[in-house]
């Protein structure tokens, strides 16, 4: 751990000193922040959408009983300080810390947007050209955490998620849990990440570095083109050895429609061979990504339909639950702005008419239990 501080010269005890630097000290995080309500529980921690006094400006704060940090330091410190050093547009910022006696706070930047497959499945017309310009801003924050020698390690559409409910909203990346700060002339080894997103080097326990990251882009970028997994097993070891050998499909007739362009592009990412595999910087130069070879065909009903029949909701869990942030703000009724003109406007009819719609649906799945296609614990692959 101390290893990991000095390589950012950061001197962690000095954080731990110093009130006003790392970590500001607080007997009462409510002096500084009105809490509002929960919007999601973690492994250890709790998230929730506060106001800030003065400015009332929104924000989502971590808070994280010290007790429950007991064997897992390490973890939370890697968290910390990692997206401690990041600004980029696409993910999602540290804005403070705070520390009382029994807690740690994370204030973090609020995003409100929700889900990506649940934009996706919203929408009336979704197309290639739409996957692109998503994959376009994955990859150039993803580029930007490489070059800062940062790997993500568990990218994975439910760690993708909208800024704001805009319609032009740019997507964001969370959860640094997984992060690994790479020092020179080290590998990492350590098997983690999310099955199904996970690289075969991973698997197979071999040394691997920031080329896991561009593996999970392709696996993710597969997902946005057809609405189900590449790799799918009810059986993990069959699952693994999939992955392994990367063996996956264009299946027909979900994949007659996507341009050979888009295949090319997911071929160099899902490349067995991490050394032949596309950096980030060889991503962003692919024509499906800056050129003009995406296409503009709706595949809207398709996708969507794979996406709802192959990934179960997630909501009582989310990090980040958009839901319970427009509910609060029409129960106030006002609105507010997150960033410049992007603004969440609870009392306009078509956010009132989709949160209502969406607590329905929320209710319904509650009473009649998953019904068939849906996952209990993994996706599932559509028939071939």
Same mark, same amino acid.
């Given at each position: ?17 110093d009130g ?5 000290k607080?007997s009462?995080?409510?002096e ?19 106001e800030?006094k003065?400015?009332?400006?929104l ?10 940090l ?7 410190e890697?968290? *910390?300080a ?11 910022s540290?804005?403070?810390?705070f520390?009382?006696?029994s ?7 609020l995003?409100?947007?929700?889900e990506?497959?649940?934009?996706i ?9 739409d996957?692109?310009q ?5 990859l ?13 390690r568990?990218?994975?559409p ?10 032009d909203?740019?997507?964001m *990346? ?7 700060i790479?020092?020179t002339?080290s590998v ?5 990440g999310?099955p199904?997103?996970v ?10 570095s ?6 999970s882009?392709g696996v993710i970028s597969?997902i ?5 997994p590449?790799f799918?097993?009810e059986?993990?070891?069959k699952?693994?050895?999939q992955?392994?050998?990367?063996e996956?499909?264009f ?9 050979d362009?888009a295949k090319?592009? *997911? ?14 910087d060889?991503?962003?130069q692919?024509?499906w ?6 296409l503009?065909?709706n595949?809207?009903e398709s ?7 192959n ?14 942030v427009?509910r609060?703000?029409?129960r ?7 960033e410049?003109p992007?603004?969440?406007?609870p009392t306009?009819?078509c956010?009132?008419?989709?949160l209502?719609l969406?607590e329905?649906d929320?209710?319904?799945?509650e009473e009649e ?6 996952q209990k ?6 028939t071939?």
């Amino acid at each position: 751990l101390m290893n990991l501080f000095q390589l950012i010269d950061f001197p962690y005890m000095n954080y731990l000193e110093d009130g006003n630097g790392w970590k500001k000290k607080t007997s009462d995080i409510k002096e500084n922040y009105d809490f509002k309500e929960i919007l999601g529980t973690g492994a250890f921690s709790e998230v929730v959408l506060a106001e800030e006094k003065g400015t009332q400006r929104l924000v989502a704060i971590k808070c994280i009983p010290k007790k429950a940090l007991q064997g897992k330091e390490n973890n939370i410190e890697n968290e *910390i300080a990692v997206l401690h050093r990041i600004k980029h547009t696409n993910i999602v910022s540290l804005e403070d810390i705070f520390e009382s006696t029994s807690h740690l706070y994370l204030v973090m930047q609020l995003v409100s947007g929700g889900e990506l497959f649940d934009r996706i499945v919203e929408k009336g017309f979704y197309t290639e050209r739409d996957a692109s310009q998503l994959i376009h801003q994955i990859l150039d924050a993803v580029k930007y955490l490489h070059d800062m020698g940062i790997v993500h390690r568990d990218l994975k559409p439910e760690n993708l998620l909208y800024y704001s409910m805009d319609e032009d909203s740019k997507i964001m *990346i969370s959860d640094f849990g997984l992060s690994k700060i790479e020092d020179t002339g080290s590998v990492m080894s350590t098997a983690c990440g999310t099955p199904g997103y996970v690289a075969p080097e991973v698997l197979a326990q071999k040394p691997y570095s920031k080329a896991v990251d561009c593996w999970s882009i392709g696996v993710i970028s597969y997902i946005l083109l057809c609405g189900y997994p590449p790799f799918y097993d009810e059986n993990d070891a069959k699952l693994f050895e999939q992955i392994l050998k990367a063996e996956y499909e264009f299946d027909s007739p979900y994949w007659d429609d996507i341009s050979d362009s888009a295949k090319d592009f *997911i071929c160099h990412l899902m490349e067995k061979d991490f050394m032949k595999r596309y950096t980030t910087d060889q991503a962003l130069q692919h024509p499906w990504i800056c050129g003009d070879t995406a296409l503009d065909k709706n595949i809207h009903e398709s996708v969507s339909a794979q996406i709802k029949k192959n990934f179960a909701k997630s909501k009582w869990k989310q990090a980040f639950n958009a839901t319970a942030v427009v509910r609060h703000m029409r129960r106030l009724q006002l609105g507010t702005s997150l960033e410049g003109p992007s603004q969440i406007t609870p009392t306009s009819p078509c956010h009132a008419q989709a949160l209502l719609l969406q607590e329905e649906d929320e209710e319904e799945e509650e009473e009649e239990g998953p019904g068939e296609g849906h996952q209990k614990s993994r996706n599932v692959h559509p028939t071939r």
